[in-house]
């Protein structure tokens, strides 16, 4: 059973929304981690966070923002979507990272 | 920077067959970590299996087992006797000692009844 859940599953918006895709998880985790991902593709860092009020930039440039507030919650926002954020967005987390990652199930977002 | 390759865009395999998906990957340094991922479907993205690179015993669990090979830098996953549910993209990654994971492109598994 997952110990990190994103919400929501699926979601079709209309371009110039407001969105926030909702990433917890249960297990105490510092490190979390936001990746995209086309359907069947190969995973793009888009943005992490190592702690509490802690947010880098990955290496995939996105126009989506992160906040982390609380060590459970690492929410990503787009201010406005448009149709080239149609994507798989997958949340990770990781107490030691040479341990591996713990991925949620993702979001997949679809801007018309 | 360290990079992942995974050279098999798909692969299939029969059923109770044995497959083996290559990976090889770029690094100078002599300590960290290596995984492969199982990514079903429409499903959660699991942990198959990890190798210490300071350890020279390949790693095994169940059915699914790696060649590592330091010096070559490849670390091929083998799975036994196939099943239908093995089908998915298979990713290995690559970390550095507590740094962030890289991933290769991923291979797509197809296993045939």
């Known amino acids: 059973e997952a110990d990190i859940y994103q919400t929501p599953r699926y979601l079709v918006i209309g371009t110039g929304k407001k969105i926030t895709l909702e990433c917890s998880q249960t297990?105490?985790?510092?490190?979390m981690y936001w990746y995209q991902q086309d359907p069947g593709m190969e995973l793009h860092l888009i943005h992490y966070?190592?702690?509490?009020?802690?947010?880098e930039k990955g290496d995939l440039s996105s126009e989506s923002t992160v906040s982390r507030i609380r060590t459970e919650h690492f929410p990503l926002t787009l201010e406005s979507a448009r149709p080239s954020h149609t994507s798989q967005y997958l949340c990770?987390?990781?107490?030691?990272?040479?341990?591996?990652?713990?991925f949620g199930s993702g979001t997949r977002l679809t801007v018309v | 920077a360290q990079t992942v390759t995974q050279s098999q865009p798909e692969m299939s395999v029969q059923e109770a067959e044995t497959v083996t998906l290559s990976c090889t990957y770029d690094?100078?340094?002599?300590?960290?970590?290596l995984f492969w991922y199982k990514q079903p479907p429409s499903r959660q993205m699991i942990l198959v299996i990890r190798?210490?690179?300071?350890?020279?015993q390949n790693a095994t669990e169940n059915r699914f087992s790696v060649n590592f090979q330091k010096a070559a830098k490849s670390f091929s996953l083998k799975i036994s006797d196939s099943q239908l549910g093995d089908a998915a993209m298979y990713f290995c990654?690559?970390?550095?000692?507590?740094?962030?994971?890289?991933f290769g492109a991923g291979t797509r598994l197809t296993v045939k009844p």
């Open positions: 990770a987390s990781s107490r030691d990272s040479n341990y591996g990652y713990t």
């Open positions: 297990m105490g985790h510092d490190k």
């Open positions: 966070s190592y702690g509490v009020n802690s947010t």
């Open positions: 690094t100078s340094e002599s300590d960290y970590y």
């Open positions: 190798q210490e690179a300071y350890k020279q």
């Open positions: 990654a690559y970390n550095r000692y507590n740094n962030d994971m890289r």
